[in-house]
């Protein structure tokens, strides 16, 4: 999906609203060093009532999900990334069943942790031409010691915003 200047906008006011409140209301999370799942779960709550606010509250085929692996009736993969469970996106803001509103796909990574291959993926999912997903957003996320720590690398098109 190709956001406006307007949308992406939008979504990444939601998404520095929502990580403050992470740290301003689960900051034990963080001081733990707590997986990823269970900040990203924080994250994704606060994420959908912040989203609620904007004009995408106003859709309702608009959901946010955790971990989610399907792609239509079948579960999510890319070329390199095969796995029988599929990939699992830490957080989404999609369409369910359809990948005509796939918006923003986010991963989260500790600073007490490696990167993994986040970026590959996140590329991946936001090319308009590679695959079916068509995400108009990807964000990667390191967490920091402190909010102002963190680091947010967005993507579009398959490429670095």
């Not at 990823?36 to 946010?64: C, M, Q, W």
């Not at 390199?80 to 957080?91: C, K, N, S, T, V």
């Amino acid at each position: 999906m190709i956001l406006t200047n307007n949308q992406t906008a939008e979504i990444k006011g939601a998404i520095a609203s929502a990580l403050e409140r992470v740290y301003s209301q689960d900051f034990s999370l963080i001081e733990r060093r707590a997986h990823e799942r269970s900040i990203s779960f924080r994250f994704g709550l606060y994420f959908s009532e912040i989203i609620e606010l904007t004009s995408f509250g106003d859709d309702a085929d608009l959901t946010i999900d955790a971990e989610y692996n399907r792609n239509l009736h079948n579960t999510k993969n890319m070329e390199g990334f095969e796995a029988p469970q599929g990939i699992l996106p830490d957080i989404i803001l999609h369409h369910r069943g359809f990948n005509d509103k796939n918006i923003v796909v986010i991963e989260f990574k500790g600073y007490w942790s490696g990167n993994g291959r986040d970026d590959e993926k996140l590329r991946g999912f936001t090319h308009q031409e590679q695959n079916d997903y068509h995400y108009g957003l990807g964000l990667f996320i390191r967490l920091g010691r402190t909010l102002e720590e963190c680091e947010l690398v967005y993507y579009k098109n398959g490429d670095l915003e």
